[in-house]
């Protein structure tokens, strides 16, 4: 491609008077993504949430052993080496293959909470924001009263009564992350509320229900997804440290948290079985919260330097 | 040589920018004696960024050159910081647009004065407290001593600016720079705010410079009118001879006074030509 | 000049104030009462809706059955559930959480012994975060995009993404293993733990006063590294606010009236800016503080300091519902307790809200 076209391309991608609906679009996105990728950080933690997407997907190419079943005989408790790069545990598991399984379970979690969690905020914001009245203080009281307990401690509870497993974890991590995903939807939804082209709408005859999921939710999503970015390293932390207290994954899944905690009997003589998958907890939800960050900073200007 | 406040010779002050280096003062001259000089011009027109950088109070990553930026024979772009700080709410004071972001939320009033006072004077805490009642006082509020343990937000527009103004000058500047300070206010309060402004410059023989978009109160005020458009002043005229102005720039300015009994159809605009940039 | 611009804006409006300062106590107390229910309801949920039995939940499924019977009308399960809930609320008002099975003490009697060593980690823990956290966050913002920024930055990035439990063993390899610089995981040696008596429980406290320097060598040998590790993440935190809040200062027009009075930058930043700053920063301080209450529940767990979240770790272990249930309570009270007393401190010390 030729300097030139690149130059007219993005003349018309930023241009002042696009022609139609897409090219706004993509001049927008094209905005947003230089100021994305002009922050190094950011796109360091883009390259690790694309790392940990695909070390998941290919996770049976990239693991050179089996994730739940080892060597009991031969390689139990052995020093990193060539042969098993991060050493092998007290079954005889190599731990880089059991990392990179593990690498599963983490995108698990986190897109199950995402998923229950997001709507569950966006639904209780948007409704609260939009009705006003008795239904907006009722339902903010009761975020508010979710907002001020402590999150650990009350998925610990969760967990407890209904039995430790995984599912039972991120159900419980769900639970508590909701509100302040209600927060930022309610806000969003009253800054709209009154404008004109919701009343056009309301004019035409449209149905509260139809107003809220049409007009409003889709406003509220690029905030809401800078807020779940940024809250994806606190949920992946919750699940390691609910795996770490024998409460999410049980074995022999590979979840980190989980072979941190069965590290820690040979934390002074054999360090790296529960060295190397703590490091992998810390690498990505540092990738996220530098997504987050950079995201934030591209497409919320207002916040700049929070 | 000696009467001269404030001399500043081919001023210019330069901020970087994604897009490259903007000028927002290009090449400015005047000088100043013990007299009331008013800087006009719309907004953009780098008139506030002159007067911050005769305060010394432009960004860091802003850069200020000139021939000449002196006061009273000191080069204040020689100088070391510590000196231009010396200077600065000592001899050369200066008054922003709104007392209600101008002034410290969680500070008493009584206090920024004090501290003003104290910055630049070795006084004991009870003659500060002493001088700075008599300085409320001198700019018309009634009621001192309470004013004194006020926070900002619990007086009004027209009295924060008092304040501000007490708070500049308690010290008994040479120079001021009064940076838009009506502005801000109620329309009913600006000419109070002005007249004691005007009546303590004059009594305490200052230099004055008053910063303004609004040309028919910096004419009714000052003695000398400096026009400036676009970084560069356009014209330099006595405020008694400004219905006689030549340039039309000027004259643009003027005309967009409303007045009374005139039939005023079609609304006069602006005219804005890239030759007087250049 | 107009008279009503001579007059202070707020003269003559003291009864408006009485009312405004009745109203939000008021609306305080209400937020302390529902957000202290809704506390309870949940509990209430999770210890006695969820579990297909409660009884099973709290004794365990190898009680013989008629403890369980005499446990079931004890508990009120043969009740209607709004009826079980008020019988539930005013037991914890009593502050009856029921017996531990684990312990066999009431498990408010298990609280109160345990409590002391979380709050003495997390204060020293959160000293330390203040201490650090807010003149790196001033530095930070006064000396923005500079090198130390660029630390601050990357420190309360790494606080953010670590787990703690982990950076919590790598550091028992590293000082208690490798260096010998403190001791293993535990509150005292052996050895003192039977000639030392507290008095308040905090024993950095109790020791120093009864002047039992050995005790207190000690006793700061076992809470060093838990308390940086817990002052750490509140570094982390507190220092990135103070950034925000520092830089959102900075940018107001009173620094730049201050400068035009020739006060000192350094009179500038701490005098003025954090001033300003120190308003928000002190629900800052507060939220910290009470994320690390929670934060201990895993840090105690790995130093083996037994504080309320050892205890409700053992009882999970265990399956000991009145405990872990009593004991997040107890954490989930002292945390809102701090969220609200951090609002009306913030009242307090912003003269812009004392009108309400």
């Not at chain 1, 139609?20 to 001049?27: N, T, V």
């Not at chain 2, 005023?264 to 804005?272: F, T």
């Amino acid at each position: 491609m030729s300097a030139e076209t690149i130059q007219s391309r993005r003349a018309w991608l930023l241009s002042d008077r696009p022609a139609s609906r897409l090219q706004a679009r993509l001049g927008r996105a094209y905005v947003s993504w230089r100021r994305f990728s002009a922050n190094r950080l950011a796109l360091v933690g883009m390259l690790i949430i694309i790392a940990l997407v695909v070390v998941a997907a290919f996770a049976d190419v990239l693991a050179p052993y089996s994730a739940t079943v080892g060597d009991l005989k031969n390689a139990r408790l052995l020093a990193p080496s060539a042969e098993h790069w991060f050493g092998t545990d007290d079954l005889g598991r190599d731990i880089y293959s059991r990392i990179v399984y593990g690498a599963r379970w983490t995108l698990y979690v986190v897109i199950l909470v995402a998923i229950i969690a997001a709507p569950i905020g966006l639904l209780v914001g948007t409704v609260a924001g939009y009705a006003g009245g008795w239904t907006d203080t009722i339902l903010m009281r009761i975020t508010d009263i979710f907002l001020a307990f402590p999150k650990l401690v009350l998925a610990l509870a969760f967990v407890a009564a209904l039995g430790p497993g995984i599912e039972n974890a991120v159900l419980a991590i769900a639970i508590t992350s909701w509100p302040p995903y209600a927060r930022i939807a309610r806000a969003e939804t009253l800054t709209v509320r009154n404008s004109d082209y919701i009343k056009a709408v309301q004019l035409m005859g449209a149905s509260p229900f139809r107003i809220v999921l049409r007009h409003i939710m889709p406003l509220c999503i690029s905030s809401l997804i800078i807020r779940v970015t940024l809250d994806m390293a606190g949920i992946i932390l919750t699940a390691a440290g609910l795996g770490f207290l024998g409460l999410g994954a049980q074995p022999p899944l590979p979840e980190w948290g989980a072979m941190i905690a069965s590290g820690r009997r040979f934390i002074l003589d054999q360090w790296w079985v529960a060295a190397a998958p703590g490091a992998a907890i810390l690498i990505v939800s540092l990738g996220f919260n530098l997504l987050g960050d950079g995201l934030r900073d591209a497409l919320d200007p207002r916040s700049g330097d929070q | 040589m000696s009467d001269m406040l404030l001399e500043v010779d081919d001023l210019r002050v330069t901020f970087p920018t994604r897009t490259g280096l903007v000028q927002a003062v290009r090449g400015v001259s005047f000088s100043l004696g013990r007299e009331r000089l008013g800087i006009v011009g719309e907004s953009g027109s780098g008139k506030s960024q002159t007067g911050r950088a005769i305060m010394g109070l432009t960004p860091p990553q802003a850069e200020v050159s000139a021939k000449k930026l002196a006061f009273d024979g000191i080069d204040l772009l020689s100088v070391s910081p510590r000196q231009r700080r010396s200077l600065r709410g000592n001899r050369i004071a200066m008054i922003l647009q709104d007392p209600k972001y101008s002034l410290d939320p969680v500070m008493t009033i009584g206090r920024q004065i004090v501290e003003t006072l104290r910055t630049h004077e070795k006084v004991s805490k009870a003659e500060a407290r002493e001088r700075a009642l008599a300085m409320l006082q001198a700019v018309q509020i009634r009621d001192p001593a309470r004013v004194f343990d006020l926070y900002p937000h619990e007086v009004s527009g027209g009295m924060g600016q008092r304040a501000m103004i007490a708070m500049m000058l308690v010290t008994g500047p040479e120079l001021m720079i009064a940076d838009e300070p009506t502005s801000a206010l109620d329309v009913t309060v600006q000419l109070d705010v002005l007249k004691i402004l005007d009546k303590l410059v004059a009594e305490r023989g200052m230099g004055l410079i008053f910063i303004s978009h609004d040309l028919r109160l910096v004419s009714s005020f000052c003695d000398r009118v400096v026009v400036m458009y676009a970084g560069k002043v356009v014209e330099q005229i006595k405020a008694s001879e400004l219905r006689d102005a030549q340039h039309p720039y000027t004259r643009g300015l003027l005309n967009c006074m409303p007045r009374i009994g005139f039939e005023r159809h079609p609304l006069p605009v602006l005219d804005r030509k890239p030759e007087w940039a250049a | 000049m107009s008279v009503a611009d001579n007059q202070p804006a707020t003269a003559g409006r003291g009864s408006d104030r009485a009312v405004a300062f009745a109203s939000s106590i008021g609306r305080f107390l209400v937020i302390a009462v529902t957000t202290y229910l809704g506390l309870l309801a949940v509990t209430f949920f999770i210890g006695r809706v969820i579990p297909i039995d409660p009884v099973l939940a709290v004794l365990g499924d190898r009680a013989p059955t008629a403890v369980v019977e005499r446990t079931r009308r004890e508990m009120g399960l043969d009740l209607p559930w709004i009826e079980q809930f008020y019988i539930y609320v005013k037991s914890a008002l009593r502050g009856d959480f029921g017996t531990s099975v684990l312990t066999t003490n009431p498990v408010m009697s298990d609280i109160r012994r345990v409590f002391p060593a979380t709050i003495e980690l997390a204060t020293l823990g959160t000293l330390i975060g203040a201490i650090i956290g807010v003149p790196l966050g001033v530095l930070a913002a006064v000396k923005r995009g500079s090198l130390i920024d660029q630390i601050a930055r990357i420190v309360g990035l790494i606080g953010y993404s670590v787990p703690i439990f982990w950076l919590g063993l790598l550091g028992l390899v590293l000082f208690y293993a490798k260096l010998q610089w403190i001791a293993f995981p535990a509150r005292l040696d052996v050895v003192y733990e039977y000639t030392f008596t507290p008095i308040t429980g905090f024993y950095l406290l109790d020791s120093a006063i009864q002047g039992q320097w050995d005790v207190f060598h000690d006793a700061w040998r076992h809470i060093v590294l838990p308390a940086a590790l817990l002052g750490y993440l509140s570094l982390a935190y507190i220092s990135r606010m103070t950034r925000s809040f520092m830089l959102n200062e900075l940018a107001q027009e009173y620094i730049v009236a201050a400068r035009a009075k020739g006060l000192s930058e350094t009179r500038i930043i701490w005098g003025h800016a954090l001033r300003n700053a120190a308003v928000p920063m002190v629900t800052v301080i507060a939220l910290s503080y009470a994320n690390l209450l929670e934060g201990s529940v895993l840090t105690e767990t790995v130093f083996s300091w037994p504080g309320i979240g050892l205890y409700i770790t053992n009882s999970l272990q265990n399956a000991d519902m009145n405990a872990v249930l009593g004991g997040t309570i107890a954490i989930g009270s002292v945390f809102i307790a701090i969220n609200l007393l951090s609002d009306l401190l913030y009242r307090l010390l912003d003269p812009r809200t004392k009108a309400g």
